[in-house]
């Protein structure tokens, strides 16, 4: 369920609620961007930045913007990024196309997940280390995804929906990543299911990866991450800590109807 917002006019006036006086370093940083589908304006001046080995849960309502945000970092054809820069590492992201902003460490989990039909959950794995740079190893991804180790024969399109997702962040841990964007990975996936996800996630942060994380379980989302971004009508309305929007209900009602 991708972002399909298509206002053109937003209110500059909208509340802004921000944490100015917390400068996290700039490992990744996202500053002012301004994207659109065609004329449509969708991501309006959004700026974030995350240091390293933190996760970041960027949250909304549907058609917020959160979804067209991640195309727009990861670098993909649409939506269009007009204005506006991001760094990873000090280096320029926002000049460069979808496959040199993988090649930088970039890697996008879309919720469709994209798992490849008529191939194994290991060739599906493989096949994401054709080109290099390379990241983990089948025996390290195994180690993290025991589920996908008893299943490594078995076509990927077959799997349970926990495990496609479980097989969509193992690939993209197949390349060597620096900063991994998790579109909607709990969508349609029983409890248990999201608590092992979490585990997994919470392994992958052990390991020095920095991620960011769209979810409409914001609670979920919120307990996992160490900060936060809300968006409305593609501008932010907030930036701090996960905390200060589990312990705010009046925030949390306003923007993300929790």
């Known amino acids: 369920m991708n972002e399909d917002t298509t206002n053109t006019n937003q209110d500059n006036g909208a509340e802004q609620v921000t944490a100015a006086a917390e400068s996290p370093s700039d490992y990744f940083k996202v500053d002012d961007i301004h994207a659109y589908y065609g004329e449509s304006y969708i991501v309006q001046g959004v ?12 949250l909304g309502r549907n058609g917020a913007g959160k979804t067209s945000t991640l195309k727009t970092i990861a670098r993909a054809d649409e939506p269009t990024l ?3 820069t991001i760094t990873l590492g000090g280096q320029t992201v926002h000049d460069k196309k979808g496959f040199e902003a993988s090649q930088m460490g970039i890697q996008l989990v879309p919720e469709d997940r994209r798992i490849i039909p008529g191939m194994t959950v290991e060739e599906n794995i493989i096949l994401a280390q054709v080109a290099e740079p390379i990241g983990w190893p089948l025996e390290r991804i195994y180690q993290h995804f025991p589920r996908l180790a008893e ?30 964007l998790l579109d909607e990975p709990y969508e ?4 248990v299911i999201v608590h092992e996800i979490e585990r997994i996630l919470l392994e992958i942060k052990a390991e020095g990866i920095t991620s960011i994380i769209v979810e409409q379980n914001a609670v979920a989302a919120l307990k996992l991450a160490d900060r936060a971004v809300i968006l409305d009508t ?3 309305v907030f930036s ?9 209900e009046a925030l949390r009602l306003k923007y993300l109807a929790i």
């Open 188 to 191: 349609g996936l029983a409890p």
């Open 240 to 248: 701090g800590s996960a905390e200060e929007v589990l312990n705010d």
């Open 151 to 180: 299943r490594r024969k078995q076509e990927g399109t077959t799997l349970s929906g926990g495990e496609q997702q479980m097989l969509a962040v193992a690939r993209a841990l197949a390349r060597d990543i620096k900063l991994l």
């Open 47 to 58: 700026s974030l930045n995350l240091r390293e080995n933190e996760i970041l849960a960027l």
């Open 234 to 236: 593609g501008e932010v």
């Open 82 to 84: 007009r204005k506006g």
